[in-house]
């Protein structure tokens, strides 16, 4: 049998033309052990920073929504804290967070480092992933900018082979870079078609709908976080105390006065937070404060200070109050 030549069918185009694809709109969320880049993948689909990113594990507590618009489609992502074996009451907390929003989503995007070998943490997680029957599910190598292709390929491999042992196939696996901006877009394209049809949910323009004042926390403890001693990220939590436009300032020139306390478990910490005469702290405040200007697009006064709450991680009350 000979090729056959297609024509194009001028009536199915203009058919095509005015019924374009429906509009789809859903929740996604990654997932993955502690530090496997997905906070860093979030901002770079958003293409601005929502979520808080860290070298730390555990550093994301809040669930963070990165609103991602598209012509034909609006994902609305869902940070979640990594999932863990937990050790105290508050990861016991995050570890139901996890659960609960494994089950209202959309979409899951299981997130695994190209430059590290499928581990105990991931097969922990699959597993889990495994129970959920109905839910698409995305394996997204991240960090690719990290490795060779020979590596690549041998992680793609695996992931696959673990989705056959545990009795489920991928919708997907892909590789990619956030940092590299690499196959970002790519991934955008292949969770929007899984999504259900439907209208925007959000408006066009809003990036997030978490409180302004829980960013702003989060940016303040992502600022506090960086170059401390290793026994310090599970003990920090900032609380926004206040944030007021600062009265009798002209229209042109506004600026908003921000009262934020950041809250250690022992005495002891006080002083890594702090630093001699006071510089950590200082260089804590001026690399949160342009982020929080970028975030919210004006002047910022930011006064910040140190508390100590013991054993917060440990106390249902101190919890609550810390805002888990």
Excluded at 67 to 75: F, G, K, S, T
Excluded at 115 to 135: F, R, S
Excluded at 178 to 186: F, G, H, I, M, Y
Aim: proline share 8%; net charge neutral; glycine share 8%.
């Amino acid at each position: 049998m000979g090729a056959m030549s297609v024509r194009p069918n001028p009536e199915a185009a203009a058919r095509q033309a005015e019924n374009p694809a429906p509009h789809r709109a859903g929740f996604a969320c990654f997932v993955g052990r502690p530090n496997a880049g997905k906070s860093t993948l979030t901002n770079a689909l958003v293409g601005r920073k929502v979520a808080i990113t860290s070298n730390r594990p555990q550093t994301t507590r809040h669930t963070v929504r990165g609103i991602v618009h598209r012509p034909d489609a609006q994902l609305i992502l869902v940070d979640t804290p990594g999932l863990h074996k937990p050790r105290t009451l508050l990861g016991e907390r995050l570890n139901d967070v996890v659960r609960t929003t494994w089950a209202e989503v959309d979409v899951i995007g299981f997130c695994l480092p190209a430059d590290q070998k499928l581990g105990p943490g991931d097969k922990y997680i699959v597993k889990e992933l495994a129970g959920i029957k109905k839910t698409p599910k995305i394996a997204i190598i991240t960090k690719t900018d990290l490795v060779e292709s020979k590596q690549l390929a041998e992680q793609l491999l695996a992931v696959s082979r673990l989705g056959e042992e545990l009795g489920f196939e991928w919708a997907e696996i892909i590789p990619v870079s956030a940092v590299k901006d690499q196959q970002v877009d790519l991934l955008s394209d292949l969770i929007a078609p899984l999504l259900p049809e439907g209208p925007p949910l959000y408006p066009e323009g809003d990036l997030t709908d978490e409180p302004e004042m829980v960013m702003v926390a989060e940016l303040i403890r992502e600022a506090a976080l960086e170059g401390v001693r290793d026994e310090l990220p599970h003990s920090i939590a900032v609380v926004v105390e206040e944030m007021l436009p600062r009265e009798d300032r002209p229209a042109d020139k506004p600026l908003l006065d921000i009262h934020a306390n950041v809250y250690i478990e022992r005495p002891s910490q006080k002083g890594i937070i702090i630093g001699p005469k006071g510089k950590r702290l200082k260089d804590v405040g001026t690399k949160s404060r342009k982020h929080i200007e970028a975030l919210l697009g004006t002047p910022v006064f930011l006064d910040l200070h140190v508390k100590v709450a013991k054993d917060w991680q440990r106390d249902p009350k101190q919890l609550r109050k810390l805002g888990f």
